[in-house]
């Protein structure tokens, strides 16, 4: 037992000394070790991203997927075209067409003239078929062209499709088939490219009115450590303008994650709401808000129920925000006169917002739904004449909410003469 635990402690001992390589330098088997477990630890938390290395192709995608083994010579690939087999095909049909034939009258000629016969029979007949076939596959292949030419991203190359209205044959209605994808290609692009257009200069409006708070808090911050801080009344009017500003920084973010809740493919809370009861709410607190002597009042057009199936939130955010704009950009006088109109026709509820303010002029009607689109020739006064300023996303946000409820939104407008702001919402009874 003794020789034993010697000999054990021996081999550990000889474990841990240093190992020689191949060319004589002393390794440390412990130390490799080491290293070894410490790299192993580092991959597992190392992730690399690797760029890409595929290209665009520039052949059609078929000629790549061709399985391994089953290639053919470059000279045997033009008996495996479509006419080369429907070709070989008549060659077998006129071939044994004309044995048959020779054979059943073969007694009345020479062996001789017979095969000549036989062969002249089937070149001739070889050759008049390959020429039909030719002829009849020729609108085949341009469909053939134009589909590859489509694949490699040559969208225009559809005009090479032979196309006839009404479609005669397959070949016809696989054209039009091909056409019509081609359409929608070209819709599905149009269309992509004008979200990544939308999407930009959203990001860039957002952005520009994201920092232009910023910039006055920073500025505002830069008065009061200049000194501006130990004049009490001076202190107080800047932090009111920060105030200010901070609320129309929150005011903004809270808009843009409103947006962005409306646009998330998740299905808004439906539920059982009455328009006539919200519409009525909505006056209440417009008038509330409004603190002049223009006249705010509802109008109902119908005796039918006026139900909704969707989100009460939503609805009343969307009615707020049309009586909003109403106020901003009404009348402030005793003039002034907003009307909310309430509808029903076939089985769709319609609201109007009404007033008689300036209106909105005929180059800023087309773009008035736009995100951060205030217009170019509407000014905005608050009750008491002053500038009122909103995020520029209340129209948006109003478009995306009728959209949630299935709805439609217009506008109507004639400058000097008011706008009417129309919706239309499906009712459930």
């Not at 479609?167 to 054209?175: N, V």
């Not at 009344?233 to 901070?246: C, H």
């Not at 607190?285 to 603190?291: A, D, E």
Request: charged share 25%; proline share 3%.
């Amino acid at each position: 037992m003794p020789e034993s635990n010697s000999t054990s402690a021996q081999e550990q001992a000889g474990g841990n000394q240093a190992l020689e390589n191949d060319t004589g330098i002393p390794i440390d088997a412990g130390q490799d070790n080491t290293q070894h477990a410490e790299d192993s630890s580092q991959s597992q938390h190392l992730y690399t991203v690797q760029l890409s290395t595929e290209k665009t192709p520039t052949a059609p995608l078929f000629v790549k997927q061709r399985v391994s083994g089953n290639d053919v010579p470059i000279w045997l690939r033009p008996f495996f075209s479509l006419r080369a087999q429907l070709t070989f095909a008549c060659f077998l049909i006129i071939s044994a067409v004309a044995i048959i034939g020779s054979i059943l009258d073969y007694q009345s000629m020479s062996l001789t003239y017979l095969g000549f016969v036989i062969i002249g029979t089937i070149v001739v007949g070889t050759l008049l078929a390959f020429a039909l076939i030719s002829l009849l596959l020729r609108p085949l292949w341009r469909v053939t062209d134009a589909a590859q030419a489509i694949a490699l991203g040559d969208l225009k190359q559809r005009e090479r499709l032979p196309l006839r209205l009404p479609p005669q044959d397959e070949i016809d209605r696989l054209a039009g088939s091909l056409n019509e994808m081609v359409t929608r290609l070209e819709r599905a692009e149009e269309m992509q490219l004008m979200s990544e257009q939308r999407f930009r200069r959203f990001f860039s409006d957002a952005s520009h009115q994201l920092r232009t708070p910023l910039t006055s808090l920073r500025g505002f911050t830069e008065v009061l450590a200049r000194g501006a801080k130990d004049d009490p009344e001076t202190a107080q009017r800047v932090l009111k303008m920060m105030k200010s500003e901070a609320e129309r920084m929150t005011n903004l973010i809270n808009d843009l994650l409103t947006l962005a809740r409306l646009d998330d493919s998740r299905p808004i809370k439906m539920e059982y709401v009455d328009l006539l009861a919200l519409a009525a709410e909505e006056i209440e607190k417009t008038r509330l808000r409004s603190k002049d002597d223009r006249t705010i009042s509802l109008s109902i057009m119908t005796e039918k129920r006026l139900g909704l199936q969707g989100e009460a939130e939503r609805i009343r955010q969307l009615l707020f925000i049309l009586l909003d704009n109403a106020l901003k950009y009404g009348h402030t006088s005793i003039e002034g006169v907003i009307t909310v109109q309430l509808d029903r026709q076939n089985g769709h509820a319609i609201v109007r917002v009404i007033d008689n303010g300036e209106g909105i002029a005929q180059d800023d009607l087309a773009r008035i739904f736009d995100a951060f689109y205030r217009g170019q020739h509407k000014k905005s006064a608050s009750s008491n004449g002053t500038s009122s300023v909103g995020t520029g996303l209340g129209l948006t946000i109003a478009v995306a909410i009728v959209r949630a409820h299935h709805g439609t939104i217009s506008v109507y407008s004639e400058p000097g003469k008011g706008t009417t702001f129309s919706l239309k919402l499906p009712c459930i009874d």
